[in-house]
């Protein structure tokens, strides 16, 4: 069964508040001269933005199959 529009706002949060852990993170590291590190942190969170991106697109998806085009 196909995921409920609240579920993939629920997993879109979550992946934000992921990418926020390694923002910090990579800010931490680069302040601290470990630029390797930053960037892999950096990269860590363009992923979790890619992902809560899919689900916004995924719950758009969910809502106009329950509810249709009505405007």
Do not use: S, Y
């Not at 923002?23 to 930053?38: D, L």
């Not at 689900?55 to 998806?61: G, I, L, M, N």
């Amino acid at each position: 069964m196909a995921q409920k529009p609240h579920e993939h706002h629920q997993k879109a949060a979550e992946h934000h508040e992921q990418a926020a852990q390694h923002h910090k993170e990579a800010a931490k590291q680069h302040q601290a001269g470990q630029h390797e590190k930053a960037a892999h942190h950096a990269h860590l969170a363009e992923a979790h933005h890619i992902h809560a991106k899919e689900h916004h697109e995924e719950a758009a998806k969910a809502h106009l199959a329950m509810h249709g085009t009505k405007h």
